[in-house]
């Protein structure tokens, strides 16, 4: 997601943790479990006979649920990637199953491979991460997005600058702003949070001027503010999500091409329309001086 993780840099050889967050199984859109109208079921050898396992890691307002307060696997029935992960079990002629684990352990590949079929959880696709996971091809455009106040004028980088900045802890928005690896991008008033339930209460709270996350993760929570947050400016960072299939498991041959699928027949885009609230691409990009 959205997320940048130290741990994937600094474990090696870590130890695989089993499986113990909460568990939801739920069918397909519509109650079915059989093959979309796309085409024949595939052969998905899932990890569980006749369920689709998935990982993801909550909150994740509008990609798991609605709201930021959504963090019960049994009470979420909603999202751009609950839908996905739906549709993904119908195409293999399978029920859906998730359950909620640690984001940290997920992109340090920690969560034992042999334990599910796929991750969705708003990850994004780095380098660092892909040595110790195996990731989809990209299938969610992110760039990060800066929500704040309604009224807070924030136009240029001198305007970033003059601001209290929340960011959620292993996250690239962390990395991007707070460790100074990224030419120019080091904001100096910033605050980092364990998870965005706190960075969101904070910024309510007046305790920080704005959240960096990645856009469409603030855009929802705009969306929800009843008026109160927009989000006023974006930085160009290319970063995509992708699914995350656990190391050599050979599942990302299987659904690779499943989720191309549903970006060719236009499927992620009406996710994306239905719950986000706005569009990522009429969110201005603010300039970050290099020099």
Known sequence: MKKYSYAALAIAGAVLISACGSSKSTTSPGGTTAATSAGAVVDCKPVKAGTLSVVTSLPGPNFWGT?????????????????LANLIAAKCGLKMSFRNESFDALVAGQVAADSYDISLSQVTITTD??????????????????LVKKGTTVKTWDDVKKLTVGVQAST??????????????????????PDLSSAYAALNAGQVDGIIIDTPINLG??????????VVGQF????????????????????????????DDGTMNKLI???????????????????
């Open 67 to 83: 709201t930021n307060a959504e963090v019960d696997p049994d009470k979420i029935k909603s999202g751009i990637e609950y839908d």
């Open 129 to 146: 991460r892909a040595k110790v996971v195996d990731f989809s091809q990209g299938y969610f455009k992110s760039d990060q997005g800066l």
């Open 172 to 193: 690239t928005a962390e990395y991007y702003f707070t460790s100074g690896e990224k030419k120019g991008w080091k904001l100096d008033n910033t605050k980092v949070f």
């Open 221 to 230: 929570q705009a969306s929800q503010s009843g008026g109160k947050l927009e």
């Open 236 to 263: 160009k960072t290319g970063e995509e999500y992708g699914a995350i299939y656990g190391k050599g498991n050979g599942k990302k041959a299987i659904f690779d091409p499943i989720l191309q699928g549903f970006i």
């Open 273 to 291: 329309a239905k719950y986000l609230g706005g569009d990522p691409s009429t969110v201005p990009f603010i300039d970050v001086p290099t020099s």
